[in-house]
Nanobody, 127 residues
Framework: QVQLVESGGGLVQAGGSLRLSCAAS????????MGWFRQAPGKDRDFVAA????????IYADSVRGRFTISRDSASNTANLQMNSLKPEDTAVYYC????????????????????WGQGTQVTVSS
């Protein structure tokens, strides 16, 4: 069982930056792929970014590539999302997610790829 707690959301002006963190419980943090998703009001939960168990592989949604950076810190069992050049359309509740990495899995960009979810943190970007 993995418990995830997000932090770092808030209100920022367009062009600004925020850093989200996801604290994970458990002793096998490196066995889990970590992902970030976001959900705006009335919309589906969309993939943002994901990082492999040891941080060697990352994937990004086209909408955030070049502006957002996902990373992880095994010493503190955290996954981070650095968000730069924020736009009003980035406004959403951001969710951290985790799933056991598997050689039989080819994708980590769908909500159904993940088994554990945090409670979400609100990010609001004003124009």
């Amino acid at each position: 069982q993995v418990q995830l707690v997000e932090s770092g959301g808030g209100l920022v002006q367009a062009g600004g930056s925020l850093r989200l963190s996801c604290a994970a419980s458990g002793r096998t943090f490196s066995s889990y792929y970590m992902g970030w998703f976001r959900q705006a009001p009335g919309k589906d939960r969309d993939f943002v970014a994901a990082v492999s168990g040891r941080g060697g592989s990352t994937i990004y949604a086209d909408s955030v590539r070049g502006r957002f950076t996902i990373s992880r810190d095994s010493a503190s069992n955290t996954a981070n999302l650095q968000m730069n050049s924020l736009k009003p359309e980035d406004t959403a509740v951001y969710y951290c997610a985790a799933t056991l990495a598997s050689a039989f899995r080819s994708t980590y960009s769908r909500t159904r790829d993940y088994d554990y979810w945090g409670q979400g943190t609100q990010v609001t970007v004003s124009s």
